[in-house]
């Protein structure tokens, strides 16, 4: 969390450090006034969105536990900042989750609704057990990050 970026990019970055296992709802307790705070401070007039599916629950490194929906919250709640932003890929190491992230994701970028029942292709059955969009979410570990935690990261 005190590592600030070092010489000409001395007070340009930002960490935060959470813990395994963090839910939607913790997430984006911390994310909501992160960001609105970098954004008063910094005042940019275009952001880089690095949307990293390792965070998902289930995947094969990271050790979160969100959503899609909740991955995409974030997203909606960047684009509603009417910034311009370039939202692009990252980490992911489950591709089926990698590809329902990205896939709802980019719904949400162009305002489209989209169905959570995947369309019948060659490659459905990389989709099994539950065939949708938004599978429930099934956690490895309980979320290390308690309520005070996260008020005290908040500060």
């Given amino acids: 969390m005190y590592e600030i970026g070092a010489e000409s990019g001395r007070y340009y970055s930002v960490n935060v450090p ?62 509603d900042l009417n910034v311009s932003t370039l939202v692009v ?8 989750n990698v590809a329902r992230c990205w896939t709802y994701e980019t719904s949400l970028l162009v305002d489209e609704q989209i169905s959570n ?17 938004h599978p429930e979410v099934v956690t490895r570990q309980e979320n290390a990050n308690s309520k005070q935690y996260m008020e005290a990261i908040v500060k």
Avoid at 68 to 78: D, L, W
């Fill in 89 to 96: 890929g990252g980490g992911g190491y489950t591709l089926r």
């Fill in 18 to 79: 959470l813990k395994e296992g963090i839910d939607d709802a913790s997430y984006f307790q911390v994310f909501k006034p992160v960001i609105s705070s970098v954004m008063e401070f910094y005042q940019p007039t275009a952001i880089v969105l690095q949307c990293g599916a390792d965070s998902l629950a289930g995947d094969r490194l990271g050790c979160f536990s969100l959503s899609t929906k909740g991955h995409g919250e974030c997203v909606k709640f960047v684009k």
């Fill in 117 to 133: 029942e995947l369309p019948y292709t060659e490659y459905l059955e990389f989709f099994a057990p539950d065939f949708t969009l």
